[in-house]
């Protein structure tokens, strides 16, 4: 083999441990999720279940959480203060959110009655356009805010979300504070055991 063919050998061979790399990355950032939140003191005790809670008095405020909306709408989370908001970060382009989707609005359904709104983040779709087809697909009926460079989510105190994990979800007590996070998929009988703690405070 000359040195030429030698060196393109492992160009390549370079190349496609890069490539896996990348691939490994973009799965894994809207795959399982992960556990991280970027370092920080956000005082949440993990669970087993692997969602994180936050104790009532000791909890972070959420950041300012308004502009516009996937349907074209304004929305400002400040404006549902007095109820638990669940606030779910997704994208269409990340199967897992396709799978939790249904789950989060029957949930939804359930519990709008007793005090609950639910509000989506939708990050990285470079236009309403799929993401709007990936609510109609859904059947998801709760607002989102469009935040597609991941303006909002950068809001949070540092420790909160990892902008690296789509779908994640957090649940705000009705004082703003956020009382329990998930940064992996969650299952209906997940999510229901997330918010019902929040909402059963007085």
Known sequence: MSAASRSRSRTCAALLVAGTAAAAMTLSACGSGGTSGGGGDTNFVMGKDGVSTAKKGQRAEAPDLSGKTVDGGRLDVAD???????LNVWGSWCPPCRAEAPSF???F????????????INTRDTSVTPARAFEKEQGVTFPSLYDPTGKLMLRFKKGTLNLQTIPSTLVLDREGGIAARSLAPLSEEKLRKMVAPVLAEK
Not at 80 to 86: A, D
Not at 109 to 120: M, N, T
């Open 109 to 120: 359904q359930d519990l709008k009655g007793q005090g609950v709104q639910f509000v989506g």
């Open 105 to 107: 609005e029957k949930v």
């Open 80 to 86: 549902y203060r007095g109820k638990v908001v669940v």
